[in-house]
Structure formats: structure tokens, C-alpha cells
């Protein structure tokens, strides 16, 4: 039997289920929890980088956004505040659509 050993989305036991399959899980504490949200958050993006086409793109941009969601509640946070603070952040310095590159700065 495989050993997996990583956060899988909750609707993983039943698929698992219909196969008829044997498996083992448990419900993490959430400090356990964060801890696999970042490194399943880690891995999606790597999968993320390695895309090469607009499926497979998406695909990966919705993983990560869902393991964004799930880890919200852990620090007893909301997506809109998220967004509020995103929205602050990119009035104040800007966002990421121009793909400006900075090479250098000199120093004074």
C-alpha cells in the first residue's frame, strides 16, 4: 500500500471509497494544518511553473488559490480582508501586470 503522507482535498476518502480501496486518514490540529497547507501550497506552485499550456495553467492557479482559502480561517481571516489588503497594497505600490523587471539600483 502506498504511503502518502500529505494534504489531500476533502472529498479525497470518498473518490478513495468508490474504488474500494483501504486508506487511512486524520483530521490535523490546525497548526499541523498550516503546516501542510504551505508545503502543499510549495508544491502546487512548482506544478504551477512547470505548466505548459492554458488547462494545466489554470488548473494549478485554482489549487493554489483553494489552498489560499483554506488557510484563511486558520488565522481567523477572511478572503475579502485579503483582498482589501491586496487592493491597499497594490494602490500603494503597484501590482504585477507590467512585467517590470528591475535590474539595478545604484546606491547614492
Known amino acids: 500500500m502506498p504511503v502518502y503522507n500529505k494534504l489531500v482535498r476533502d472529498l479525497i476518502p470518498q473518490v478513495i471509497e468508490?474504488?474500494?480501496?483501504?486508506?487511512?486518514?486524520?483530521?490535523?490540529?490546525?497548526?499541523?494544518?498550516?503546516?501542510?497547507?504551505k508545503k502543499k501550497l510549495y508544491e502546487e506552485v512548482r506544478e504551477f511553473q512547470e505548466t505548459m499550456n492554458r488547462q494545466d495553467t489554470l488548473e494549478?492557479?485554482?489549487?493554489?488559490?483553494?489552498?489560499i482559502h483554506a488557510a484563511l480561517p486558520i488565522h481567523e481571516a477572511t478572503y475579502e480582508e485579503l483582498e482589501e489588503i491586496r487592493i491597499a497594497k497594490k494602490e500603494k505600490r503597484g501590482g504585477f501586470e507590467d512585467g517590470?523587471?528591475?535590474?539595478e539600483v545604484e546606491d547614492e
Open 18 to 37: 468508490k474504488s474500494e480501496s483501504k486508506f487511512t486518514t486524520r483530521t490535523l490540529d490546525p497548526s499541523e494544518h498550516l503546516t501542510e497547507i
Open 60 to 67: 494549478e492557479l485554482a489549487d493554489i488559490l483553494e489552498l
Open 100 to 103: 517590470i523587471y528591475l535590474i
